[in-house]
Each structure stands twice: as C-alpha cells, then as structure tokens.
C-alpha cells in the first residue's frame, strides 16, 4: 500500500498558467531556448507562430493521407478490373470490359476515402489519442485550458528539469500560477 | 545598415506616427463588440447547457411526427412495392429521384464552406460551418433514403456494393448509377469524419464544464482525451487542411456524378455536357438557401449575433446571389445549346418546358432561382433578416421545382409520343418527402441539443485576442502611436 501511494504522489510535471496568446507565445520560446525536450504547450486553440516558437517540425500527418489515397486509387482500379474483366466479364453496350476513363469516378471516390480515413487516423495516432486518461486532466485548474488560459508543462522526466529552477525559468516567463501536477 | 540603425534609435527616442487607414477601409470584426474567450465558450455551451426551451419540445414534436410519416410511408412502399408512387411508364423516375437529387444538392453547402471556404482562407466561415456540416450530413441521409427504397426490393440493397453474393455476379462499374453509390458513399462518410475532427476539442471543451456524472463520461468518451497540446495541435492542424482539400474535389465531384446519371443518358434535356458544372452551381445555391433557413431563426432566438453576424448574413447572400446567377446562365445555355444544335427533339424538349404541362413548374424554377436571387445586389435587402429568410426558403422551392423539370418533364416526353403521360404523385409520395423533413429537423433539433453548434475554438481563433502580435492578443507595441484625423 505504501509502495502505490508513493506511486501516485510522484510528480508529472510542472504546470504554469499564461492569460494571453502573446504571453504564451515568448514563454515557449523562453522554454525552448532553455533546452528542454519533454515539455509542451496546451492552448484552447492554435496560437497561430506557436509551432516555430516551440521548434517542431511540419507535421507527419500527410504521409497518412497520401498512402491512404494510393491504396485507396490502386484498390479501386483493381477491384474494378477483377470483378468486370476478371472474374466475371459481361459485355455491356459493346463497351470494353475494363476502361480507365469508366473505373476512374469510383477509384477517385475511394482515393478520397482512404485519404480521409489516413488523415483522421494518422491524425490520432501522432497525437496518441484515444487516450483517456493523462494527468493533467485530473488537474481542476488546468480545464481551463479549454477556456480562455494557456498552459506551458515541462515534464518531471526532462533532464534539465529541477523543482526550483525550471519554477524560476517559467515566473521569469511571467506566469502568475504555477503549480506541479502529480501523475 | 547605418541607416536602419538610426531608424531603431528612432523608435527608441521618439514614437514613430503611423498614419491610421480612413474607417471605411476597416475590416469588421469577424466577432462583435469583442467577446472574449470565455464569453464565446460559455454562450456556446449555454445552448446545451440551460434546460431545452419550450419551442424546441414543439418544434421537436412536430419532428418526431414527421419522421412517423416517413417511416409509415416507408414500411407502407416497401411492404407493398414502388407501385404507390406515382411513377409510371415512362417516368420510372419522379419525385423519389427529385427528392434525392434535391436534398444531396442541399448537403453541398455544408461542405463547400467548411472545406472550400476553409482553403480560400475565408474566416468567417467558422461561425457557421459547425452547423452547415450537421446540415450536411442529416441532408444526405434523407438524400441516401430514396434510392435505397426506389430499387422496390430493398432487401437487395447490398447488391450494390461490392460485396460476393450468391449468384457470383459483381456490380455493375460502367454505369453511371454504379459509380452514384460510392459518390454518395463516400460523401457521406467523409463528411462525418470531418465534422467529428472539428467537433474533438470543441467535446473537450463540454466535457471540462460539465457538471452531471454522464455529461462527463459521453463528452469524454467522444473528445478522445484531447488536451489542447500545441503538438497535437499542429497534427490536428494538418489534417483538417488535407481533410479540406480533400473534401474540395470531393464536393464537386458528387453532384457532378449525380448529373452523369442523367447526362450519360439519350434523353432530351439530359444528355448534355454542361450538366455536371451546372448541377454543382445548384446544389451549392440551394444548400446556402438552407443554411440561411436555419441560421437567420437560430441566430435570432439564441442571441447569436456577436458570433453570427450580420455581415455573415450578407456574405452568405452574396454567394447564394453568385451561384443562382450562374445557375440562371446554365438555364440560358441549355436553351442557346437546343437551338445551336439543331436537334428537333431538344428544340421540342425545351419548348415543352416552358410552354408544355408542367409550365407551372418552370416558371416558379425561373423565377426563384434566377430572378428573386437579384435582390441581393443590393446591401440594404442582404442586411434585411425578413427578406433574406423569405427568399432562402423560395430558393429551396425553386431548386425543387428545377429537379422536377429536368427529371419529369424529360421522361413524361419520350421519343415515342404514344407512351407519353401526365405525371401525378400520389400521397405516399406527399407523405415520404414530408416525412423527410421530419428526420431531418429531427437530427438537427438533436444535434443543436447535445453538440456545440458553433465551432468554439475554431471562432476563439478568430478574434484579434487570438493573435500574439495584435495589442489584444497581450503584444507590446508601445512604439508604434496612431495618429488621429
């Protein structure tokens, strides 16, 4: 029992809370150039500079979308070919068994789906989500974030990370409410 | 560089004057009277929070009945066959295709401004495009209904998928019908992922304000534990822009496939190429009819007009004028068309629009398609609520009226005059199209029930306190004073 309870009093993070959008833009660049890596920004919509503030990188998302669409056109165009010229052909108003130009509204429509399926999925899946559960949702303050307040989190985890320092670093910043939130 | 230098000594010592542009050429603000953050999360979610006002237990009601009809209509055409409709040689296609054609067109809307809108940059559309995609979607469903029970045995639906059955014979892809199912398909999943990504942190934003045990858990459950991380963020980005240019192709290429189902055909007043571009035009023109239908009242009763502003009312105006205009030039074109090419059939054909039987259905389609749409050149009668409301609903009327003439009239004049005849729809008919409309203010009463209808962080985006270099946003910029006129 002893063991579990020091479990969950072990920290997750330090949370800081900013009121505007300019405020939490300087204090992601502050963070960054601090050298942190496990840290993050939580926003109630995107602060438009926010991910060159914080140094990432373009999103990956697109790669998803793109393979969804090939296997989406490929699938179409051979399912097509194999169930009207394959497997069972029937000629139809003299018309070829398969065509490019008649099988391509169907593929095009299955290029989209399977793209629009890789974009929400690949979406999802970068972002961990589904995920129920995270720490800083049991935190009150900080559903806020849905709201109208910023939030910078620098995770316990971070090398750099040190109670007093990194609580310095993120006053400095200007937040007025800073507190650590346990996992 | 000596001279740069010297301007930011400047800019230390003495303010520089920034002469402030006349007020004319000022941009309205996308919210009015500046509402904060919080101001738009809490009207927003007042709309579901506060206990259902009286009008929408009736509005509901009535609904609920609606969507009784359809179902007896429904089971009534099914458990008996597709006689009692109205259709009969040779216009095996009447108001079940109009109506299917009708609605879908109306879906349109939704999708071209959350997708189309979205890639023009044109921001004001995220007041509206939460609504204008549930619109979307319940649009397609009554939309889907119709060919589902037109094919008689609907318990053979399945063949149109490609799915093994028993005879081993697969659907048939060089018809046009065929390549209807995966359009129609696939518009209607994909506009649902759409709206489900837009709607994740606007759940999240329900969830943390909710107060009751269940709330909590179903808003949960849905926002997928979305936090609000910038890293998140900038994937979720990503993917509504690829969502939207997918969504694009995606728009147009539906009600272009719809009108393949015509115009691939031999019949006068189908076979023509302009259909695809001219369906298109008319779906989105009766799509933003609907949506002024539904936003001028919701605006209104909710007291949304700092979020739904006026000028969001004109806007929509002015695209609903450009779409009817183009929709008036297709009309204009068919016409020159029959004459340039000579054909009797045709020439026949679109005479007998105008001056034939069913004259009473062309002249409303002229008229509130084309002609009624030309008020809103002027600023005055696009700012005028009333107006507006009246003729968003007679666009509907008029594109209903289009879809009967292109449908109905055709068929009823086949090649062979003997076959020809007078099409009457019967009450089951009357009962389906207005069950229809049950099911589809139905999901719409539902959804402005329990979803947010407003896209809330979408809109917090927009306001200049969103941005980090506006004085509103918290930027300094104490250098830089305005001069006054």
């Known amino acids: ?17 900013f009121t505007t959008a300019a405020s939490i833009l300087h204090a992601a660049e502050l963070v960054r150039s601090a050298g942190f890596r496990q840290w993050d920004v939580f926003t ?8 060159k503030a914080m140094g990432l990188r373009n999103s990956k998302v697109g790669w998803f979308t793109f393979v969804g669409g090939v296997i989406g056109y490929a ?72 709201h109208d307040r910023f939030y910078v989190v620098i995770e316990c985890d971070d090398p750099k990370y040190s109670e007093v320092e990194t609580r310095r670093l993120l006053e400095q910043a200007g937040s007025r409410h800073i507190e650590v939130v346990e996992d | 560089m000596a001279a740069s230098a010297e301007t930011t000594l400047d800019l230390v010592e003495a303010p520089i004057r920034v002469p402030q542009p006349p007020a004319e050429l000022e941009r309205t603000p996308l919210v009015a009277n500046g509402r904060s953050f919080g101001w738009l999360s809490n009207r927003v979610a007042s709309l579901i929070e506060n206990k259902a006002p009286g ?93 589902l029970i037109h094919v008689g045995r609907v318990w053979y639906d399945w063949w149109l998928f490609p799915i093994p059955n028993a005879n081993s014979i697969w659907p048939q892809f060089r018809s046009p019908l065929m390549w209807d199912v995966f359009a129609v398909s696939t518009y209607f999943t994909v506009s649902v992922l759409f709206w489900y990504m837009g709607l994740i942190p606007d759940l999240a934003v329900m969830r943390d304000r909710s107060k009751t045990k269940a709330r909590q858990f179903l808003y949960g459950l849905f926002a997928l534990g979305w936090t609000g991380s910038n890293r998140a963020w900038s994937n979720y ?43 298109v035009a008319g779906a989105i023109f009766s799509g933003f009819g609907m949506v002024l239908t539904l936003v001028i009242p919701l605006r209104s009763i909710f007291k949304l007009q700092d979020i739904i502003t006026i000028k969001h009312i004109e806007t929509m105006c002015k695209v609903t004028l450009a779409t009817g205009s183009m ?21 026949f054909h679109f005479s007998n629009r105008a001056l034939g039987p069913y004259q009473w259905a062309w002249i409303p389609m002229i008229l509130c398609n084309v002609l009624i749409p030309q008020l809103f050149w002027f600023k005055k009668l696009r700012r005028n609520l009333v107006l507006v409301f009246i003729v968003s609903i007679l666009v509907n009327v008029g594109m209903w009226c289009e879809r009967f ?66 004085p509103l946003g918290g930027a300094k910029v104490p250098q830089f004073v305005h001069e006054e006129h």
């Open chain 2, 237 to 279: 980005e990503k993917a509504y822009l690829l969502l939207a240019g997918l969504s694009t192709p995606l728009v147009l290429s539906v009600h272009s496939t719809v009108s393949l189902d015509f115009s691939v055909s031999q019949v006068s007043g189908w076979h023509t190429t302009i259909f695809p571009p001219y369906f």
């Open chain 2, 405 to 470: 003439v292109i449908i109905v009239v055709s068929l009823t004049r086949e090649f062979l005059p003997s076959s020809w005849h007078y099409f009457r729809p019967t009450w089951v008919d009357i009962g389906t199209y207005a069950g229809t409309f049950g099911l589809f203010f139905t999901c719409f009463l539902l959804f402005i029930r329990f979803l947010p209808m407003i896209a809330v962080s979408e809109i917090k985006g927009v306001t200049p306190q969103a941005d980090p270099h506006n």
């Open chain 1, 75 to 146: 699938s179409g165009m051979i399912m097509i070919w194999y169930m009207n010229a394959f497997d069972y052909p029937i000629v139809i108003g003299g018309k070829p068994m398969f065509s490019p130009y008649s099988a391509f509204p169907p593929s095009f429509e299955l290029t989209i789906l399977f793209g629009a399926f890789g974009s929400l999925i690949g979406m999802l899946f970068l972002n961990r989500l589904p995920r129920l559960y995270h720490p800083l949702l049991k935190n009150k303050r900080f559903s806020l974030v849905t």
């Open chain 2, 55 to 147: 009008w929408w237990w009736v509005l509901f009601s009535i609904s609920l009945l609606g969507l009784g009809l359809l179902i007896f209509c429904m089971s009534y055409q099914i458990s008996t066959g597709v006689g009692v409709w109205g259709d009969m040689r040779p216009a095996m296609w009447g108001w079940g295709i109009v109506n299917f054609v009708w609605w879908i067109g109306i879906g349109h809307a939704g999708t071209l401004i959350s997708a189309i809108l979205f890639l023009l940059r044109q921001r004001w559309r995220t007041a509206i495009n939460r609504a204008a995609e549930a619109m979307t979607i319940f649009a397609v469903m009554c939309a889907g209904i119709y060919p």
């Open chain 1, 44 to 51: 109630p919509f995107p602060v438009h500079g926010m991910d």
């Open chain 1, 1 to 17: 029992m002893t063991e579990t309870s020091t479990q969950t009093s072990k920290p997750y993070g330090i949370v800081a809370e």
């Open chain 2, 327 to 347: 929709v008036g030039y297709a009309y204009m074109m068919e016409f020159f068309i029959c004459w340039y090419s000579g054909d009797p059939n045709e020439a």
